[in-house]
């Protein structure tokens, strides 16, 4: 299994990019996608999840409003958009899949069973 995040970089604040999570090795429509970052010296926190059913999502909220999460199946992949980004958005992001609900993965109850190696944002002027 293999999660491979890309679309990461420096961004001014009220920039904008676009992370993509490319997954294989996975029967994707099983398993919920959810995205989570780390700062330099803070916790591990869950953004943003989607489930596999119906597609619901789900965001901390910090980013609501401000985040968008969704997924293709079809194509293996996940992508996360971060809109109006903030300095405090900085932090390295990982897709990861999990056999759980989003608001178990994203509230570090269940730990997603796979990761990606992560993608580093910075937003920063």
């Known amino acids: 299994v293999q999660l491979q995040a890309s679309g990461g970089g420096l961004v001014q604040p009220g920039g904008f990019l676009r992370l993509s999570c490319e997954i294989s090795?996975?029967?994707?429509?099983?398993?919920?996608i959810a995205w989570f970052r780390r700062a330099p010296g803070k916790e591990r926190e869950g953004v943003s999840c989607?489930?596999?059913?119906?597609?619901?999502?789900y965001h901390v909220d910090s980013v609501k409003g401000r985040f968008t999460i969704a997924r293709d199946n079809a194509k293996n992949m996940a992508y996360l958009q971060m809109d109006s980004l903030k300095p405090e958005d900085t932090a390295r992001y990982y897709c990861?899949?999990?056999?759980?609900?989003?608001?178990?993965?994203?509230?570090?109850?269940?730990?997603?069973?796979?990761w990606g190696q992560g993608t580093q944002v910075t937003v920063s002027s």
């Open positions: 990861t899949a999990g056999l759980a609900p989003c608001s178990q993965l994203l509230n570090g109850y269940i730990r997603p069973s796979y």
């Open positions: 989607i489930a596999p059913s119906n597609g619901g999502t």
């Open positions: 090795g996975l029967s994707l429509h099983y398993y919920a």
